[in-house]
C-alpha cells in the first residue's frame, strides 16, 4: 500500500560552502517505516542549492566552491541586481547553475546513494543563513 | 487514496528570456484537487529549460540571462552543430547547464515554493518558439 | 491502482563523452506495464552525470563534451583534489554543473520525451568506467 510523507527540515549554515545534510535526511526517510519509494528534497531559496557530492576527502568541497567562486565572481560589474551586497546575485547564478531539487529512490530501506554520495546544501551568500528543506517521500 | 494526474501545457515565449509560468502550473494542480503530493515539470525541448529563480526584482532575470550570454558566446567557434544558427549549439550547452525536468512538493493545497521562489520557463533561443511543458501530479 | 518498480541497471562507459541509454531505459520501463507514471533515473557516482539532450547530429554531444572540457580544464592549479589525476576534480565539477537525477513523465505507455530527446550517461573520467543507474517507477 503506497503512502506519501511530507515535513521542513531547517539547516543553520555557516556561509558560503558545502553543508553535509545526509544524516538529517535519510534519517526522517528512515523514521516514516518506507523501505521501497521515492524521496524528493527542495529548498525554498534562491541563493542556496542542493548537491549530491563526494563524502570522502573534504578537499572536493573546497575544489567546488572555489570553482564556482572564480566562474562567477562576487562584484562582477556585469549585474545590476546588487540589493544585499555584491554576493547577491552571484549567489543566484550559482543556484540557476546547480539544483534546487533532488528525487532519491529508496529501496531496501536506504536511500540509493552510492558509495562516495552525499547530500550537501550549498549556501551561496557570504552570511550565514537560516534555510528550508521541504521532503516529500511516496513509498510503500 | 493516491491518484495522479497528467497534463501538457503550451508556452509562447517571446526570444531569448524567462517567461514566468508559475501561474498556469499553480493553476492546473490546484483543479486536481490534491492537497498534499508531488508535482514534476519536465519541458521537452533540448534549447529551452526549467528554472526557479527570484520573483521580485526582474534585474535577476535580465543578469541571469546576460551572465549565460557571456558563459556560452553566440557564434563560438568552439561548436561544429550550427545548423540552425549561432545561438544553436550555445542553447543545446545552457540547458545542459541548467534543468529540464523540476519536483516540486505540494503541501495544504499549495506548491511548496518559498515567498520568492517563481517557476520559469527559460528559452535560449534568440527567436520565439512555442513550448511544451509536460505535468504530472502525484498525491492524495 | 497505482504501483511501483525499482531496478538496478549498469553500463560501460568508453571514456569521457555521452553515451545513449534511452533504449535501456525505455525498454525496462516498457517492461512493468505501467501506462502512466513517473520514472526517476538516478546515478550512484560523484564523477559521472545525467543529461537530457539531442539525438540527432552527433557534433551536439562533441559540443558539449568540447565546452565543458574549456570550462572546466583538467589539471587546473585552481584544485587541490588530484588523488584521481588530472581529471578527477574536473570530474566532480561538471557532475556539480548537470545532473545526477532526471524524472520524466509516462503517459500513453511511452516516456514523455520530445522528439529530439534522447537521455545520455555523461562519463567525465578519461578512462572507461563500468557506472550503476537506478531507476524508480510509479505509475499504473
Known amino acids: 500500500m503506497l503512502r506519501q510523507f511530507t515535513t521542513s527540515l531547517m539547516f543553520q549554515t555557516r556561509g558560503r560552502g558545502l553543508l553535509e545534510v545526509t544524516s538529517g ?20 531559496h534562491t541563493s542556496a542549492s542542493l548537491l549530491i557530492q563526494e563524502n570522502a576527502d573534504p578537499d572536493v568541497r573546497g575544489d567546488l566552491d572555489r570553482f564556482f567562486a572564480r566562474l562567477v565572481p562576487d562584484g562582477d560589474p556585469l549585474f545590476r541586481h546588487r540589493d544585499e551586497g555584491p554576493d547577491d546575485m552571484p549567489a543566484h547564478v550559482r543556484a540557476a547553475l546547480t ?5 532519491i529512490p ?25 534555510r528550508e528543506l521541504v521532503l516529500h517521500l511516496l513509498g510503500a
Request: no cysteine; proline share 2%.
Open 99 to 103: 539544483a534546487v531539487q533532488l528525487s
Open 106 to 130: 529508496l529501496s531496501g530501506s536506504r536511500l540509493a546513494l552510492g558509495t562516495w554520495q552525499g547530500i550537501y546544501l550549498w549556501e551561496h551568500r557570504t552570511r550565514p543563513h537560516r
Open 25 to 44: 535526511i535519510a534519517g526522517w526517510a528512515a523514521g516514516t517505516g518506507v523501505a521501497e519509494g521515492l524521496l524528493t528534497v527542495f529548498v525554498r
